[in-house]
């Protein structure tokens, strides 16, 4: 592959545990990688807890540029939220962090569904979108280092 065509793909994993707010997200970010000339390779999982195992797998392949993790975790009434928001974040940015990774960060972290619903419409706060014009931005700062 050339270095022209590894700089035009973006990975989008995506947690298909709340299936209509990913499927949201994954429309703005769509929408901002078309818009932007990148191509998208979607990567589905179960839920937010595996996009850092995903990620890292697909890295290490050499085949994109960039990747933007997408999801939801909605608080419930345990502890888990904490938990699974905390360590995810903390994994994603590790892997950022050390293996200069390009990384938009799209997860959720929402009190209740409706508030997914409103961060996840591409008409309201299109987070998707958002997350993958930060994965674009640091593919270019990363490329003129």
């Not at 990148?38 to 589905?44: C, K, N, T, Y």
């Not at 293996?99 to 961060?119: D, S, W």
Request: aromatic share 6%; glycine share 8%; charged share 25%.
């Amino acid at each position: 592959m050339s270095d022209f065509e590894k700089i035009n793909n973006i990975a989008l994993i995506e947690a298909r545990f709340y299936s209509d707010i990913a499927d949201e997200l994954v429309n703005g970010a769509k929408n901002i990688a078309e818009n932007n000339g990148f191509l998208i390779h979607r990567i589905e999982v179960p839920g937010v807890f595996e996009i850092p195992a995903a990620l890292n797998k697909i890295w290490n392949s050499g085949s994109f540029s960039g990747v933007v993790a997408l999801g939801c975790v909605i608080r419930g009434e345990t502890d888990h939220y904490d938990h699974i928001c905390r360590e995810v974040s903390r994994a994603l940015m590790d892997l950022s962090v050390n293996h200069g990774i390009p990384m938009g960060f799209g997860v959720l972290t929402c009190e209740n569904y409706e508030q997914a619903k409103v961060r996840s419409s591409i008409k309201e706060r299109d987070i998707g979108g958002r997350a993958t014009l930060a994965c674009i931005e640091m593919i270019r700062i990363m490329e003129d280092s």
